[in-house]
């Protein structure tokens, strides 16, 4: 895997991005975005959800939210995102992007703490591929809306693999999220014990947005995910890496 800057540049507000292209095995090519404050403290290697890309608003927002608290992002295009499919990845086709882009982060951090995980489906996406074989270097997932099961069919089957991630996880999640009963995710939370962190944001739906009778704005829970998230990357950093076996 290897990557090259690419000639374009990020859409307007993101001028700061570095556009690439990640090469991933077998030869087929993805874009990405890499955004490094001037006075990092990690990285995070932030993925997609299922129905919009790296560029949407909400994942330019996030990226640039956490630049502005000292964390470094390299976002990136799932395939079938790249060649503008509405069918998403197999697990497998996802995962090998995953490591792709952890291993580009990686190189590009020069030793900064890494992170990974993404906004919904890039999430989950990345804790399988943890689950699965351990992603290097990397000292936590974070979900931002882990969609633990379809709209209107409560389940828990998407979270049996989280009992095999081994790393710190942190959830953020809105208490009105329609992919993700509250109090079953919840009840996974407390199960994964210490290694879990849930940081839950009051009538927010899975698209974080609020109504106008929560009292809040879209913004004001952007802006307090976006604090949890440098709050818990901060400690977890400081903590070191998770022990192999953990």
Not at 144 to 170: K, Y
Not at 196 to 217: C, I, K, P, Q
Request: hydrophobic share 45%; aromatic share 6%.
């Amino acid at each position: 895997m290897t990557a090259a800057p690419a000639s374009s540049r990020a859409h307007e507000g993101e001028s700061q991005s570095q556009a690439l292209s990640l090469r991933l095995d077998g030869g087929d090519t993805v874009s990405a975005l890499w955004l490094r404050p001037a006075a990092a403290h990690a990285c995070v290697v932030f993925a997609h959800g299922a129905g919009a890309g790296m560029r949407h608003a909400f994942m330019a927002a996030f990226a640039e939210g956490l630049a502005g608290r000292g964390i470094a992002t390299l976002r990136f295009q799932f395939p079938y995102m790249e060649r503008s499919s509405k069918r998403p990845d197999a697990p497998a086709v996802a995962h090998a992007t995953v490591r792709a882009a952890v291993a580009e982060a990686a190189a590009r951090s020069a030793g900064l703490p890494l992170f990974a995980g993404g906004k919904s489906f890039g999430g989950r996406m990345t804790s399988q591929a943890q689950a699965s074989q351990r992603l290097p270097g990397v000292r936590g997932i974070v979900f931002v809306a882990f969609p633990l099961h379809p709209a209107g069919r409560p389940s828990l089957d998407r979270a049996v693999h989280l009992d095999a991630v081994r790393c710190p996880m942190l959830f953020l999640q809105g208490t009105r999220d329609e992919l993700a009963d509250f109090a079953l995710l919840k009840n996974v939370v407390d199960r994964l014990g210490s290694l879990a962190t849930l940081e839950a944001f009051a009538d927010a739906d899975h698209a974080f947005h609020v109504r106008a009778r929560s009292g809040g704005t879209d913004l004001q829970v952007r802006e307090a995910m976006l604090d949890a998230t440098a709050r818990w990357i901060i400690e977890r950093a400081a903590a070191g890496p998770t022990p192999p076996g953990a």
